[in-house]
């Protein structure tokens, strides 16, 4: 459908709306005045993923046109776990890495967006704030009729749980509460009336509705995005290496670049709407591009995507290590100082494995060294590796799986650089 808010039209031309409340009366809301909307973030861990990034880019749209963004962190329902399309109950966490993990995460929305005092500037609230002063008595008293666990028990995420004899504890259910009461907080403290979320969110968003409807007498509104797979249908977020985080201190911004780079053709053109602010009319004339175009095009989504999460000086940097390494040339490191064990500091734009001086100078056989790189999972797939010819050690290859790397293959800083296939590079850094 086409929108009267430029917001909602722009949602709805980069792929991001699946469903919503009232649609029509969010639009026209929407397109007479500035909203106040939010979407929730729980601290399971010490740092966002790329699946995480399709909502802070829903947030940083709403504040492009205006409207004002709230991140909700989700101190308080991280100790419970959300149920939603999950074949068992999330671990719960104590509030030690709860609150550790709330710091670590707070510093990515920054990058995203804008936080001040004026209107459309964005809030970042934990909802402990008001759900660890809840008395339970009270709650149960208060709200506890407006949920209706008939209803509940149709949600999808449940259903799926139900449906294959699978345990879902009171205290997941209780999540479902939880969530829609923030939805009534925030509606309170500060006039938001959306709720956005993936399109598992759905049950959820629609208790928060509801439960604003029925003690405040006012309309407010949900609406979800998709949940986002790639081509080949693993879900967004992970990649053969693991997550793909957001935080510099769990993943090198150059395995950051790397892992846009890697983009399936297929996906190259929606990721660009969905995790750039390049202009859709621009990222319309790409339709149809193929071969060098296509890959150039994966290298575009990579300066974007990477320039956003880590910055324009860290881009630089990757830009140039990779220049270098595709195009063949002595990859330069430049040393920028020394750590209290007199181990030099290297500035770099790939990642850099240290690993112990005293195992380079007795050496190690190179499908060892690829698993201790972290470079692939097994000594038998090294193994494979080496014999594919998918293995270069300082640019050169090798197809001797019994090569031994030792410090005869040191170069200046006092490094190697081991290579598997085209895209993956890392720096090793010899330590005593």
Known sequence: MAFKSAFLQELSDRGLIYQGTHLEALDQLAAEKSLTLYIGFDATAPSLHVGHLMPIMVLRLAQKHGHKPIVIMGGGTTKLGDPSFKDTARPLLDSATINSNLRSIQKIFAKYLKFGSSSADALILNNDDWLGALNYLDFLRDYGRH?????????????????????????????????????????????????????????????????????????????????????????????????????????????????????????????????????????????????EGLNALKVLLADEATKLAHGEAVLSEIQKSAHQLFDQHHLSVEVTGHDAEGNPILKTGLPVVKISADVIKAGMPIYDLLVQAGLCPSKSEGRRLVRGGGVSVNGAKVTDENTMIDASFLQEPGIIRVSVGKKTHVILQPIS
């Open 147 to 291: 949920f209706s666990v008939n209803r509940m028990l149709t949600f999808e995420g449940v259903k799926l749980r139900l449906e294959r004899e699978q345990s879902l504890s009171f205290l997941e259910f209780n999540y479902m509460i939880l969530q829609g009461y923030d939805f009534l907080e925030l509606y309170r403290r500060h006039d938001c009336v959306l709720q956005m979320g993936g399109s598992d969110q759905w049950g959820n968003i629609l208790n928060g509705v509801e439960l604003v409807r029925r003690t405040e007498s006012k309309e407010v509104f949900g609406l979800t995005y998709p949940l986002l797979t790639t081509s080949s249908g693993k879900k967004m977020g992970k990649s053969e290496q693991g997550a793909v985080w957001l935080n510099s201190d769990q993943l090198s911004p150059f395995d950051f670049w790397q892992f846009w780079r890697n983009t399936d053709d297929a996906d190259v053109l929606s990721f660009l709407k969905i995790f750039t602010d390049l202009p859709l009319a621009q990222i319309a004339t790409y339709e149809g591009v193929e071969g």
